[in-house]
């Protein structure tokens, strides 16, 4: 099947500083993508659809001055999460939609983030 | 908000079957039930989708109930492997849009 991949995998970074996480599709091209947070035994929380070439759409709630999202080329999204608080420390997890009749969307692996 | 609604927990003996079952009451007549599962620390991985008739695959049953207000995920031969939480999700045709996930049945399997 298709393949998402995340970097870093896993990240510490001090309060106050930024942090970019990067979702690849590997084999397929994906305009769209979603990028997701998980806390501590809770559910996925959608944050954001990341479009390329446009964009991306805040879900309510999300901070789209904070959590910054560019998706410059059809296999790449980029999060930036900005001046970073030990409360943005989470699970970020993004996914793509597959290509070719495909009904399913295919998650990357997770990045976890610690601010300290 | 998500449109279903999944008991918090379960468990299953290894080899035997494991019946997960998911309300969505308020579905549309478009909108079809997916499931999903993540396995700890990891992403979602999908398992199976439906519209209204019954679906197999390698990895999974999901028996839809005629009005499409429930359905049942089957997992033939749990293993330990299947230990995981199981998210249903209701959701449109396409997969481009966007999947709003429910607080999921966290199914542990034991031997």
């Known amino acids: 099947g298709a393949v998402v991949s995340q970097h870093p995998s896993w990240v510490i970074c001090k309060s106050g500083t930024s942090v970019k996480i990067e979702c690849r599709s590997l084999?397929?091209?994906?305009?769209?993508m979603f990028w997701y947070r998980q806390f501590p035994k809770q559910s996925l929380m959608l944050m954001a659809t990341?479009?390329?070439?446009?964009?991306?759409?805040?879900e309510q709630g999300v901070e789209k001055d904070k959590f910054l999202i560019n998706h410059a080329s059809l296999t790449l999204s980029t999060l930036t999460v900005t001046s970073a608080h030990p409360e943005d420390s989470s699970f970020y997890i993004c996914s793509a939609p597959g290509q070719g009749g495909s009904y399913e969307q295919y998650f990357g692996p997770g990045t976890r983030l610690t601010v300290t | 908000d998500a449109k279903t609604t999944q008991p918090t927990s379960m468990d299953c003996a290894e080899g035997r079957a494991a019946n997960l079952p998911c309300n969505h009451s308020t579905i549309s007549g478009n909108e079809y039930v997916y499931w999903y599962r993540q396995i700890h620390s990891q992403g979602p991985q999908y398992i199976i989708h439906g519209l209204k008739n019954n679906e197999t695959n390698e990895m999974a049953s999901l028996i839809i109930t005629e009005d499409r207000k429930s359905s049942t995920l089957i997992l033939p031969h749990a293993t330990l492997r299947d230990t995981a939480v199981y998210y249903c999700?209701?959701?449109?045709?396409?997969?481009?849009?966007?999947?709003?996930f429910g607080t999921g049945t966290r199914l542990q399997v034991f031997p």
């Open positions: 990341s479009n390329e070439g446009s964009k991306a759409t805040y």
């Open positions: 999700i209701v959701g449109a045709s396409y997969n481009t849009d966007k999947l709003i």
């Open positions: 084999d397929f091209q994906a305009t769209t």
